[in-house]
């Protein structure tokens, strides 16, 4: 089974940007829907965004435009590149995997049978 290491979070200014990695660990992701997922401390994983495994992207409506999910299959990785960072968007964010055929939609905690161990995001105001 794939293990997903998440990297990239750091400490950033409001309106800065951040790039996430997810990295699979000895095999490829080509066949794993994948997603970004967030957690501040007192509230509940929310999902950001998600990729299916054939490209097709959808996300929060709180990060549309500002988000963007991508998959680099050669290299077993997927990011998230996170532009205009606000201040409530610090948390710790998690990618997570599905592999194969998700009927409906991929926002929801559920899907996902595979989680990395998080990375922290930290935006200044």
């Known amino acids: 089974q794939v293990q997903l290491v998440e990297s990239g979070g750091g400490l950033v200014q409001a309106g800065g940007s951040l790039r996430l990695s997810c990295a699979a660990s000895?095999?490829?992701?080509?066949?794993?829907?994948m997603a970004w997922f967030r957690q501040a401390p007192g509230k509940e994983r929310e999902f950001v965004a998600a990729?299916?495994?054939?490209?097709?992207?959808s996300y929060a409506d709180s990060v549309k435009g500002r988000f963007t999910i991508f998959r680099d299959n050669a290299k077993y990785t997927v990011y998230l590149q996170m532009n205009s960072l606000k201040p409530e968007e610090s948390a710790v964010y998690y990618c997570?995997?599905?592999?194969?055929?998700?009927?409906?939609?991929?926002?929801?905690?559920?899907?996902?049978?595979?989680w990395g161990q998080g990375t922290q995001v930290t935006v200044s105001s």
């Open positions: 997570a995997a599905k592999e194969g055929l998700v009927l409906g939609g991929l926002g929801s905690r559920s899907v996902y049978d595979i």
């Open positions: 000895g095999r490829t992701l080509s066949t794993y829907n």
């Open positions: 990729i299916r495994r054939y490209g097709e992207r």
